[in-house]
């Protein structure tokens, strides 16, 4: 669905005081001394943010930090518990079906059905957003030969290609969509130097283009440095800072410092170490 | 609706027809396989009823026996395709939360209504093609005296009832949606208390009575006996109109009444952010 000029000069997403929590609290009972004390998990606390329309925002921060959470509040897959989400001026609650109009959601896992197609699968995506028809097999393949897949990998089972190729299978299906706001869930997680180089490259070519707006999740610091406009740094489900690269390069890391000095400036450790509190 | 709107859903409400179309191929093995155990099972029942005879019925019963027979294949060959309809709406949501693509699906700009109406309509196709492969198998291997048959009631009946089915197959696609970890083997017993009530081998009226109570508001009881009152009696239309009367307002009364559960479902699923959990 392509962007309108009226679109362009409003925010293409509003966050106001979300939160979301997960799960209940379970005290341990008297009668059921089986039952583990649980505390519910804070994904979410009173997050604000703006996205403007035709840019590339970044949301930085480490595994648990809240971004796929609050990826998914925006394509409408969960509801917050508080506060309120609008993408192009419409609510994600009370109205989900215009929102899902506008948007279209790449994740850091493949969402296909593996045993099906690049070919099947994007004509399913087509149907489901109102194309699908003649012309879709000629739009697919000038995509995908855009994106550097091979055409012979069009009619392969998904299960067949390699982690790369069904990325860039994905980012294609994101864009046979044309969405207005393209939510990029760590994309180019776990992929290989050339296949994460070449998402990279066609980040920047939608950038170029102003084709859409895109809210880019990542870990990968030089990735956000190089790619984002704005970047929004969220950690334990709270906004810490938002801005330019150069805006927090400079508030948090002056002189000369990188993205990576100013994140670690701001939640007070390592992305690596994150990783490994995860692992441990 | 405008004609827009209308346009929009009816071409996803294709996609989910042409991706389950595409779904069968590429899984063209297991689907073999599936049928190949459908086979058996319905003629196992059918030899079943034919080997009575080497059970002490006398020769001069051989009419009941064939009676038999007929009933026993009616119910095994209905079974099978209401079975495979019921399963095949009934796993909408495990076999996307299976497959990862569950979150692509939601997320996607068209009414659930035209989603699940989309998975139903391909079922009910796949269910009649592979029960008519079963029953040709079926007239091929035994003698049946169909002669009496009212095919157009037995056809009738048959249609009514899909509709009732699909309600209680959506119904029961509500089930992963409230619970991922336990929702699919809870599907499945679901479809095995519907065996158990609706007199698919047996008239409910051998049941203990509170079982034979539950078995009256199965759509499944009045199909199996009005298809083979139909086969074996020559049920007229007319007659079987009560029948067709009582699926029809099931069906009136459940597809929307599921669909709204359903409804209901996802958004508790969406609050509590177990649409993508996987058990």
Same mark, same amino acid.
């Given at each position: 669905m392509a962007i309108h000029a009226s679109e362009l000069n409003s925010a293409a997403v509003e966050v106001e005081g979300i939160s979301k929590r997960f799960g209940e609290a379970v005290q341990p009972h008297r009668l059921m001394p089986w039952r583990k004390a649980k505390k519910p998990k +804070? $994904? +979410?606390?009173?997050v604000s943010m703006h996205v403007e329309s035709g840019r590339i925002t970044g949301i930085l921060g $480490?595994?648990? #930090?809240g971004k796929s959470t609050l990826i998914r509040i925006l394509a409408t897959l969960l509801t917050p518990d508080a506060g309120r989400a609008s993408v192009f001026g419409s609510d994600v609650v009370r109205h989900p079906a215009q929102v899902r109009r506008h948007i279209n959601r790449v994740s850091v896992e493949a969402s296909f059905f593996k045993e099906m197609s690049p070919w099947e699968n994007m004509l399913y995506a087509a149907r489901l957003y109102g194309s699908g028809g003649d012309g879709t097999r000629d739009r697919v393949e000038a995509m995908l030969e855009r994106l550097g897949l /091979? *055409?012979?990998? *069009?009619?392969? /089972?998904?299960?067949? +290609? #390699?982690r790369g190729q069904q990325q860039k299978v994905a980012i294609a299906r994101s864009f046979l969509t044309s969405p207005s706001l393209l939510l990029m869930d760590e994309p180019t997680t776990g992929l290989d130097p050339r296949s994460k180089r070449e998402v990279q490259e066609l980040v920047r070519s939608i950038r170029r283009d102003r084709a859409a707006t895109v809210l880019l999740c990542t870990h990968d610091l030089q990735e956000a440095e190089v790619l984002c406009d704005r970047v929004v740094v969220i950690d334990q489900g709270r906004v810490l800072a938002e801005g330019t690269p150069s805006d927090l390069i400079r508030a948090? $890391? $002056? /002189?000369?410092?990188s993205l990576e000095d100013a994140f670690m400036r701001l939640t007070g450790k390592r992305l690596e170490e994150d990783e490994e509190e995860k692992e441990e | 609706m405008t004609g827009n709107v209308l346009r929009w859903e009816m071409n996803a409400f294709v996609g989910f027809i042409e991706r389950q179309k595409n779904l069968y191929r590429r899984y063209w093995a297991w689907e073999a396989v599936w049928l190949l155990y459908n086979l058996v099972s319905v003629l196992s029942i059918g030899y079943l009823a034919a080997g009575l005879s080497t059970l002490g019925i006398e020769r001069s019963k051989a009419n009941l026996q064939q009676q038999t027979e007929l009933y026993l294949l009616i119910g095994a060959l209905l079974w099978t395709y209401l079975s495979m309809v019921f399963f095949e709406v009934s796993f909408a949501i495990t076999w996307e939360r299976w497959e990862g693509t569950i979150e692509y699906t939601f997320m996607a700009p068209i009414k659930r209504l035209t989603h699940l109406l989309g998975m139903c309509a391909a079922s009910l196709i796949y269910g009649v093609l592979r029960a008519a492969i079963i029953g040709l198998a079926v007239v091929a291997l035994f003698r049946l005296d169909l002669l009496r048959a009212n095919w157009l009631t037995a056809l009738v009946l048959f249609a009514a009832a899909t509709l009732p089915l699909l309600g209680l197959g959506i119904f029961t696609s509500i089930l992963p949606l409230l619970s991922p970890e336990k929702g699919e083997q809870m599907a499945f017993a679901v479809q095995g208390v519907l065996l158990l009530i609706s007199g698919v081998y047996y008239p409910i009226s051998v049941l203990p009575w509170p079982l034979r109570l539950v078995g009256i508001v199965s759509p499944l009881t009045y199909t199996l006996d009005g298809v083979r009152q139909a086969l074996l009696h020559g049920l007229t239309l007319a007659a079987a109109l009560p029948d067709i009367g009582i699926l029809l307002l099931m069906g009136v009364v459940l597809v929307p009444a599921s669909v709204w559960c359903f409804g209901r479902a996802e958004v508790r699923a969406k609050r509590l952010g177990l649409l993508k959990r996987s058990g």
């Open positions: +804070l $994904a +979410l606390d009173q $480490a595994n648990g #930090s /091979p *055409l012979d990998t *069009l009619d392969k /089972p998904m299960k067949q +290609l #390699s948090h $890391a $002056a /002189p000369s410092g | -």
